[in-house]
């Protein structure tokens, strides 16, 4: 930053520098988990679980000696949740909104910088608990995605057996993220560039993989690349 104290204002400069413009372009925590509102601060509501609610048994469906059939007992929980108020304050000074006129907006920037805390403050969330153990089991890939395996990883094989054993669950898989850091690595690994378009020349025939791509070819709805970033 020039600093003068001779400087003079020029009212006809209105520009201004605003670093981290796209932030919020890279927000994805919505798309993960969306927020789902509640009437009530706090609550409970019951709950059905596959081994408790034999909701993936496989029953006997022959008709009994007697005209009766197999009876399934079920049996429901009860979970509860407890929301949180969160929100974020700034104040605009008067004289700084003066001074800053001819340049932009100050109220409406702030509005807009407080907005992004808090939905920078939500990813941060989300990201913890996509990533946190107890929440989704953690399971080793064949081969570490790390750059001296770039030949090795076998992310179609991960990819697939993730799938599966979401299926085996009875649900259906719609969505995939990951990190910018894994998909850049992943994009450029021999086996994905293989299992897409074919033998490569020796690692010199690298194409582009995209979220599309690989989208289309696993049967996923979207996958999303997580690029946020804060200090």
Request: charged fraction near 30%; include cysteine; proline fraction near 3%.
């Amino acid at each position: 930053m020039y600093a003068n104290a001779a400087a003079v204002s020029r009212p006809e400069i209105s520009v201004f520098l605003e670093e981290a413009a796209a932030a919020e372009r890279y927000f994805i925590g919505q798309l993960i988990l969306p927020v789902l509102t509640s009437k009530a601060r706090a609550g409970r509501y019951p709950r059905l679980r596959i081994e408790g609610g034999e909701l993936l048994k496989a029953q006997s469906t022959e008709r009994g000696r007697t005209g009766t059939y197999n009876e399934v007992t079920r049996k429901w929980e009860w979970d509860t949740f407890d929301c949180q108020d969160r929100g974020l304050e700034e104040r605009v000074d008067d004289a700084i909104a003066r001074e800053m006129q001819d340049f932009f907006d100050a109220e409406v920037l702030t509005g807009k910088l407080v907005q992004r805390g808090l939905m920078l403050d939500y990813e941060r969330r989300v990201a913890a608990t996509v990533l946190d153990d107890t929440q989704f089991n953690a399971e080793a890939p064949a081969v570490a995605y790390t750059e001296a395996n770039i030949a090795t990883i076998d992310f179609p094989r991960d990819l697939m057996e993730a799938k599966q054993r979401l299926t085996r669950k009875a649900q259906i898989p719609n969505t995939l993220v990951m990190s910018e850091s894994v998909f850049n690595r992943i994009r450029r690994s021999i086996k994905l560039q293989t299992f897409l378009y074919g033998t490569l020349g020796q690692g010199t025939a690298y194409r582009l993989v995209n979220p599309e791509d690989i989208a289309k070819v696993f049967l996923i709805d979207r996958v999303l690349i997580a690029s946020a970033t804060h200090d």
